[in-house]
């Protein structure tokens, strides 16, 4: 079972950033927060991951709580291509699996 | 350059039948994955290989049975298809290091049994 829990849908207008958030309460000590998105009829794709700090990279930000029981994605400028599923996962690393739950499906309109 | 390639990208086929579907990755990653996502759209992993080694498999019915010939292939055979196979199938690779790692999916191949 997933260890995430995440908003079924959002919207979002194009060009305002899209803030998603992702609650993982029970998460390790050694797991870092991974975020995924799938585009219709396409295989997820990686955006960013982080473990304590908070992250940015030319995708996205993450931000971390500092108990580390909860997380947002950024996406500062949302365009109609950032319009998927967005999959917020905890894992250790490893040989360890990617647990997909059901994720948040982000629309952005025009 | 396609960095985890599938084919076929579309099976129709029928009950009963054994088919494969290939999977290659050109990033010299170390391990392979084969995800499953059913018409509900929740998606499981299935198997995961390191250095043609199975680390991981998730409970699935011994009709399915992936092969690893070489670091850079994972091939998924399924005997006797029945009709809750149909899902599309992703293959991942990733390389596992000292700490994190992210998967690489190819883009999914379809699989329907009428």
């Known amino acids: 079972d997933a260890k995430t829990t995440q908003p079924t849908s959002m919207d979002c207008a194009e060009g305002r950033a899209a803030n998603l958030p992702c609650n993982h309460s029970?998460?390790?000590?050694?797991?870092?927060v991974y975020w995924y998105r799938q585009i219709h009829s396409q295989g997820p794709q990686y955006i960013i991951h982080?473990?304590?700090n908070n992250e940015t990279n030319e995708m996205a930000s993450l931000i971390i709580t500092e108990d580390r029981k909860s997380s947002t994605l950024i996406l500062p400028h949302a365009t109609l291509r950032d319009t998927a599923v967005y999959y917020c996962?905890?894992?250790?690393?490893?040989?360890?699996?990617?647990?997909f739950g059901t994720g948040t499906r982000l629309l952005v309109s025009p | 350059d396609t960095a985890v390639s599938q084919t076929p990208k579309y099976l129709v086929t029928q009950m009963g039948n054994d088919k494969s579907i290939k999977c290659e990755q050109n990033?010299?990653?170390?391990?392979m994955y084969w995800y499953k996502q059913d018409s509900k759209k929740f998606l499981k992993i299935m198997f995961s290989?390191?250095?043609?080694?199975?680390?991981i498999n998730e409970t699935v019915p011994n009709r399915f049975s992936p092969k690893s010939p070489d670091k850079a292939h994972l091939n998924l055979h399924i005997n006797s298809l029945e009709l809750g196979d149909s899902a599309v199938y992703f293959c991942?690779?990733?390389?596992?290091?000292?700490?994190?790692?992210?998967?690489?999916f190819g883009p999914g191949t379809r699989l329907t049994v009428l």
């Open positions: 029970t998460i390790s000590g050694n797991e870092y």
């Open positions: 290989y390191n250095n043609k080694e199975l680390i």
């Open positions: 982080g473990l304590k």
């Open positions: 991942a690779s990733s390389q596992v290091g000292t700490g994190d790692n992210e998967q690489f």
């Open positions: 996962i905890v894992r250790a690393p490893g040989f360890q699996k990617l647990v």
């Open positions: 990033l010299g990653h170390d391990t």
